[in-house]
């Protein structure tokens, strides 16, 4: 039903961002009641939910990254970024973006993910 597709550099240097964006076909992320979401997995290691922003622009975040982490939405072009400030290797990991709808019941629709390796 969705369809969600990230893009972004897949290498970023330590101490710089990583910004990502994902565009969304086969639906619109203004839709009432759709959490869209960035989680992450690195190498080796489970799913991290990053965080998310809601059909009416609100932003929450893992407690763990909400001082690095940073959402928006362009409503325009259908597609929504990641913005994750001042990188280390700990945080090269393959990437997410992934719709909850309604309520949650895990993620309803997911991204095939995109690796982006921190490294210098």
């Known amino acids: 039903q969705v369809q969600l597709q990230e893009s972004g550099p897949g290498l970023v240097k330590p101490s710089q961002t990583i910004s990502l964006t994902c565009t969304v076909s086969s639906g619109s992320i203004s839709s009432n009641y759709y959490y869209w979401s960035w989680i992450r997995q690195p190498p080796g290691k489970g799913l991290e939910w990053i965080g998310y922003i809601d059909y009416r622009d609100n932003t929450y975040y893992n407690p763990s990254l909400k001082s690095r982490a940073s959402i928006s939405r362009d409503t325009s072009k259908n597609r929504y970024s990641l913005q994750l400030t001042s990188v280390t290797p700990e945080d090269t990991a393959v990437y997410y973006c992934?719709?909850?709808?309604?309520?949650?019941?895990?993620?309803?629709?997911w991204g095939k993910g995109t690796l982006v390796a921190v490294s210098s």
């Open positions: 992934a719709v909850t709808i309604d309520s949650y019941n895990g993620m309803d629709y």
